[in-house]
């Protein structure tokens, strides 16, 4: 299934053409939600790259997961504004929420962090996201009642 | 509105060719319909963008639609970029048929029924409204100050941001109703390219990405340079700790930015060009997209423009992330699909850039002046700033400041001016302690030198620079020394390892500075000795790699540390020789007393303690022991009688 998909993407490229990985591989998470190693062998052999090449690209860019089954991403800003507002307190506290959810296993995890530079609300700062729910002047006490309403509500 | 597109679609060339006065009456009325000149029912705006939607804009644009249909009023919702104003947001906008624009602030969800009842029976709650804006075609309302009148908007001098906040994004014709693509046509009909080049080069337009290098003449080297393919590409990956400017401009107004890149794609003799932004940005990445499918839809975009034989195509990629994809060399090397590193110049991009070819690359806001210079000319640009710095500059004001947003101040205005005018002061009136000047590689500004001028070179001169426009201000409660500790570990967090000098260099400035945050793990060993001997070369080490890394992330890494031990320098020493951090945001320097008056002897700080520094038996008071004290702070967050304090 997810075979077929990625050879749909490929086939919008020429063959080949090495320069045109990174959006291939753009496309590829868009649709699949992470990058698999099936997808990374389907692009090697499409674009005549060894595999270590496209990991080398891949692991540079902060946008791209290797891990499946992600299916949520909480997003907290770490702009300096933040910062002054102590969002590394809150950073800290996401992540071990996050930990108690995810479990140790990589592949198992429901929900992804992305630490972002600036999210232009620096008067409301420290900020976060769950998905499209935002978390303003947020206090690292309301991290977990703030996960626990999103899992009880998508019925994780 | 359908009907009026498609007259505007026909007429599109006449519209343009003439400068935006039409000869035929009817089209004129339907582009001051457009500019929301005369209206025949009540307009409402809600600026939509990035900040004000986590202010909660999308519930207040929810509630307005809701009110709209119970109420059966007949009224325009619009939603336009924000305004830049970011600490009153959402902003809404109510516009009544002859009456003048009324902003109003903080508009969330539940307010919205009080203030629409009152304004469309001709009331206004006053402590919601914002300003109105004048408009002598409008009859103005009593006793609401005008947008000029309010300290925020006072000092700004709004070109590139007069159309942010007020028009749809999204509508291809309110732009050209306000004079859009009129420069990008009068550009490929009247002039050759290098006019084009000459003309910004006469405006002494400076680049806004931070190096300040003279568009014109980047322009003209591209032009001159002999090549089979020419690019332009625009860089929008604005990615900064606390920069925000770029994006208000491009989900405000993203055609101002896409004729700014047809137009330099002409004068260099581009066949593409690329906008580079940022893949976390959905909202610009739409609004964007949008912006150059109507534009080809106009023909105003594409092949053989309006029969001039002048072909341009405009390509957006989404950067997939890193910072230093920033800096021009790995932006290219990221487009050709690599991983984002930087190469040495020269050669400049401009000379062999993107797949070999001459390659221009300008910043957004660059890009965004471009079509005003076409149509006002070269001196009018030049009329506002300082001898070596013309224009305008947009500044992202964030940070413990009480009006918190993107401003746009002519060159030459002071940064005491923005601060203390536009910003309105320190929030909460508290004490001022620093400006921090260009984000992670930026410079910290002490109140003494807030006088300084926005200037490229005399900041320059007073060992500073503009960067791109983030401006923090930190208040008494800041600690430098911390936040100079956070730059650094961006920076070698952010460093993409290619040269040593800025890799490992970077990596331990901010080891030293972990060293001087934190007590001494434990106390044997030549910790204390180690430590002093990394102060004492953390002067040196910045200048090394200052000298020596490849590209400017390294190059400049070390400011906020220098510019910091050169004006704070007493908070270095309390840190080095008192240990002390005395506003306490250094937690790991903390000591901490158990009071024994309110110690009760419950024994859970004993037993938290990862050093088993607390000594003490149950139902006695307890004690610190406070060498083997790291400073965690466990107990004190334990401690359910107050029992322990910071000394
Ligand atoms: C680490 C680093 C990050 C940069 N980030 C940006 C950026 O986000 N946006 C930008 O326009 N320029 C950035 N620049 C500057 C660019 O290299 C380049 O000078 C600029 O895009 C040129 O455009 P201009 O002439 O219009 O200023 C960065 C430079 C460095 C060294």
Not at chain 2, 349 to 377: S, Y
Not at chain 2, 620 to 627: D, E, L, R, V, Y
Not at chain 2, 635 to 645: E, G, L, P, R
Request: charged content about 25%; overall charge neutral.
């Amino acid at each position: 299934m997810n075979d077929k998909n990625i050879d749909s993407i490929l086939k919008k490229y020429p063959v080949g053409k090495s320069e045109n990985l990174i959006f291939i591989l753009q496309e590829v998470q868009d649709l699949i939600g992470y990058i698999s190693i099936e997808s990374v062998e389907k692009i090697s052999k499409y674009l005549s790259l060894p595999t270590v090449k496209i990991y080398g690209v891949a692991t540079f860019y902060d946008e791209f997961r290797f891990n499946t089954n992600v299916k949520y991403t909480v997003k907290v800003c770490e702009g300096t504004s933040c910062h002054l507002n102590k969002s590394s307190e809150l950073i800290e506290e996401i992540k071990y929420q996050l930990s108690l959810i995810n479990g140790s296993k990589e592949e198992e995890q429901i929900f992804c962090l992305q630490i972002v530079p600036c999210m232009c609300a620096c008067d409301k700062g420290p900020v976060f996201t769950i998905e499209n729910e935002y978390y303003t002047f947020a206090s690292p006490e309301i991290v977990k009642p703030a996960l626990d309403k999103f899992i009880e509500k998508n019925g994780i | 509105m359908s009907s009026i597109e498609n007259d505007i679609k026909i007429n599109i060339k006449n519209i343009l060719k003439n400068s935006g006065e039409c000869s035929n009456k009817e089209i004129a009325d339907k582009l001051s319909y457009l500019k929301r000149e005369s209206i025949p029912n009540a307009v409402i705006t809600i600026g939509i963008g990035s900040s004000s939607i986590i202010a909660g804009a999308v519930d207040t644009l929810n509630a307005i639609k809701n009110y709209i249909s119970t109420k059966n009023i007949k009224a325009d919702v619009i939603e336009t970029g924000n305004l830049g104003f970011c600490s009153e947001e959402p902003v809404i906008g109510v516009q009544l048929p002859g009456k003048n624009l009324v902003l109003f602030k903080r508009v969330d969800a539940k307010s919205v029924e009080f203030i629409f009842d009152a304004i469309f029976s001709n009331d206004i709650i006053s402590n919601k409204v914002l300003c109105q804006v004048h408009n002598s075609l409008h009859h103005p309302w009593e006793d609401i100050p005008y947008m000029e009148d309010l300290p925020f908007f006072a000092l700004q001098r709004r070109n590139l941001l007069r159309n942010c906040g007020f028009i749809n994004p999204e509508s291809i014709y309110e732009y050209i109703a306000r004079g859009g693509y009129k420069s990008f046509v009068k550009s490929i009909i009247n002039y050759p390219c290098t006019k084009v080049c000459e003309i910004i080069e006469e405006s002494e337009l400076r680049g806004r990405g931070g190096s300040g290098f003279l568009t014109g003449l980047k322009w003209k080297i591209a032009l001159t340079s002999e090549a089979n393919n020419k690019f332009v590409i625009c860089n929008a990956d604005e990615s900064d700790p606390g920069a925000f400017t770029n994006i208000i401009l491009l989900e405000g107004d993203p055609h101002r930015l896409i004729e700014g890149i047809a137009i330099a794609s002409y004068a260099t003799g581009a066949d593409k060009a690329y906008i580079y932004i940022r893949s976390r940005h959905n909202l610009a990445y739409q609004r964007l997209n949008k912006a150059i499918q109507d534009a080809k839809e106009l023909g105003l975009l594409g092949y053989d423009i309006f029969n001039s034989g002048v072909n341009i195509n405009i390509i957006i990629k989404q950067s997939p992330g890193a910072y230093v994809c920033g800096e021009e060399t790995a932006l290219i090397a990221s487009l050709e699909g690599k991983r984002g590193m930087p190469v040495t110049r020269p050669p400049y991009p401009a000379v062999k850039g993107f797949n070999g070819m001459p390659t221009v690359i300008n910043n957004v806001e660059t890009l965004a002046n471009i079509p005003d210079i076409i149509d006002k000319g070269p001196a009018w640009f030049k009329n506002s700033g300082t001898f070596s710095s013309k224009g305008t500059k947009l500044f992202s004001l964030g940070g413990k400041v009480k009006n918190c947003g993107v401003v746009e101040v002519p060159m030459g205005i002071s940064l005491k001016d923005i601060v203390f005018k536009i910003g309105e002061g320190v929030k909460d009136d508290n004490k001022f302690k620093a400006l921090l000047i260009g984000g992670p590689s930026g410079y910290f500004v002490p109140e003494h030198k807030l006088n300084i001028e926005i200037d490229y070179e005399k900041l320059r001169d007073e060992g500073f620079s503009i960067g791109t426009g983030g401006l923090v201000v930190i208040d008494e409660s800041g600690c430098i020394v911390e936040i100079t500790k956070f730059f650094m570990e961006f920076t070698a967090r952010e460093s993409c390892g290619k040269c040593i000098p800025c890799r490992e260099g970077t990596k331990i400035m901010s080891d030293i500075l972990h060293s001087v945050t934190r007590k001494p793990v434990n106390g044997s060993g030549h910790e204390t000795l180690e430590r002093f001997k990394g102060v004492m070369q953390l002067e040196g080490l910045a200048d090394v790699i200052k000298n020596t890394a490849l590209c400017g992330l390294g190059k400049n890494a070390a400011n906020p540390l220098v510019s910091s031990m050169k004006w704070f320098k007493e908070e270095y020493e309390e840190h080095i020789f008192d240990r002390k951090c005395y506003v306490n945001v250094c937690k790991q320097l903390r000591c901490f007393k158990i009071d024994a008056e309110n110690c009760n002897g419950c024994n859970i700080c004993f037993q938290k303690c990862p050093e088993k520094a607390i000594i003490g038996t149950v139902l006695q008071p307890h004690f610190i022991i406070s060498n083997k004290c790291t400073g965690c702070g466990i107990c004190y967050d334990n401690c359910k009688f107050s029992a322990i304090v910071v000394v």
